[in-house]
């Protein structure tokens, strides 16, 4: 096998990957040069919600599905003969 130092494909490696770097650097640049953004809107969050609301939301829904849980329960499930 001959040593690729000093047969002269090194060099050949070395522009192929300088090459490729090139590329992808002009891809970068084409990509964020087309790209105008021209205004971001400004999100603006309640921070002053109370939590008694959603406490109040909490126990209805778990009220509603404890009903569902003893509604299911009481429809009178069957089990099958066999187990598959």
């Not at 640049?29 to 939590?51: G, Q, R, Y």
């Not at 829904?61 to 003893?70: C, G, Q, T």
Request: no cysteine.
């Amino acid at each position: 096998m001959e040593n690729p130092f000093e047969s002269g494909h090194i060099k050949n490696y070395i522009l192929l990957y300088v090459s490729v770097v090139v590329i992808m650097i002009l891809f970068f640049i084409a990509s964020t040069l087309f790209n105008e953004v021209e205004s971001v809107d400004k999100k603006v969050f309640d921070t002053k919600v109370s939590e008694v609301s959603y406490q109040a939301e909490a126990l209805t829904h778990a009220e509603k599905a404890m009903k569902n849980i003893v509604e299911v329960n009481s429809s009178g499930i069957k089990l099958l003969p066999k187990a598959y």
